[in-house]
């Protein structure tokens, strides 16, 4: 038996944040509560840590099958330990894409033998991301596809997103929107606004995402189907994801830490690390982010880890790819929110945990008594360098290179075992 002794446990899911122990047995949550005159094998001290549930990523890039030398299932799980996640969602633009059942088979496979986090696929809306042909989702599902998205790029067809909604309506599915209106966008490298006319840069305007999402809401509104907006970064988009739940519409969304900690000045310098797509936007697009966290419109933390070869960042910030590495620093950059009082802790880690998994019907998630005990302990408080060349992901893509984190991971437990602790791996 394992004892996490005396950390402060917060289990939203459970409207749960008291200092006590937690114990673990054969791979569960064995029991809650100081005192039980319990015999423990082994003992993590979390005094003055946090105990929570281990985090859920639903918007990952894991790069295998196809790019390997970017990330692997092995490098992407290494990296989603070490920052405290123990289940990630990965997006189907690989190559092969996750459009059929064998490559969703063989991701699951491949993440077992590596065995460090549980891996979900997110298969893919449309055969090829073409946009044109729908896949089988319901094979896939069945294959352990948990959501459907043809992220990287947008279902840009409305004639097919509105099949592929009314398909996903009658299996509860949930379909998943990279939402950009590329006629809008094409070409662009960064926001459209002042600092992309000062660097002499294309834009990609805000209402390149806006439109596409107020299309989706009305397709989605009519087909009664769970619509999922993935990173949102635009004032007005959150607006409309705002104004469609209280309509009473099966609209959800999430945020990546960048959208809120970041603007669009990061990009000057031609900084090609802080190009992404959706792009760093306006302070008034970012207060609307963190006010959409605020006030439950945005109910999910997702990072949008993409991680890329140095030889795609470092040729120009117009011809550099898209995408910013997050397993990493996503607890210490979402932890800021609390720090500045947007939300409390157990409405933070709600945001990564309880919440993604009921979107996703995922049992993870929470410290129920039963449940497998995936396992995030951390210490709020501690100070870090964030050094690129330390990262465990392949991808060392990342704006924050040399600034100062707080907020640490001490321990990743997956299905009670130590697969984490101060800064090593166990696998
Ligand atoms: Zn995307």
Known sequence: MLLIKNGRVVDPANDLDLITDLWVADGHIAALGADLHKQADQVIDASGFIVCPGLIDMHVHLREPGEEWKED???????????????????????????????????????????????HPIGAVSKNLEGKTLTEMRELSRHGCVAFSDDGMPIWHAGVMRKALEYAASFDFLIIQHAEEQMLTKGGAMNEGWISTQLGVTGMPSEGEDSMIARDI???????????????????????????????????????????ALTEEAVLGYNADAKMSPPLRTEADRLAVINGLRDGTIEVIATDHAPHHDDDKQCGLSCAAFGIVGLETLLPLALELERSGVLT????????????????????????VGAEADICIFDPKETWLLDRNKLFSKGKNTPWHGKTMTGRVTHTLKAGAVVFSHGVLHA
Not at 100 to 118: D, F, M, P, T, Y
Not at 248 to 256: D, H, M, P, R
């Open 73 to 119: 299932i092995e490098s992407g799980s290494r990296a989603a330990v070490a920052g405290g996640v123990t289940s990630i969602c990965c997006m189907p633009n690989t190559g092969p894409h996750i459009d059929h059942a064998g490559i969703a088979r063989q991701i699951i496979e491949r993440s077992r033998q590596v065995g460090l986090c549980h891996v």
């Open 218 to 260: 009305m397709l989605a509104k009519r087909a009664d189907a769970r619509y999922h907006v993935a990173h949102i970064s635009t004032e007005g988009g959150v607006e409309l994801v705002r104004q469609a739940r209280a309509k009473g519409l099966k609209v959800t969304t999430e945020a990546a830490p960048h959208h809120f």
């Open 345 to 368: 802790l157990s409405a933070l880690i709600a945001t990564m945990t309880c919440n993604p998994a009921r979107l996703l019907k995922l049992n993870s998630g929470t410290l129920s």
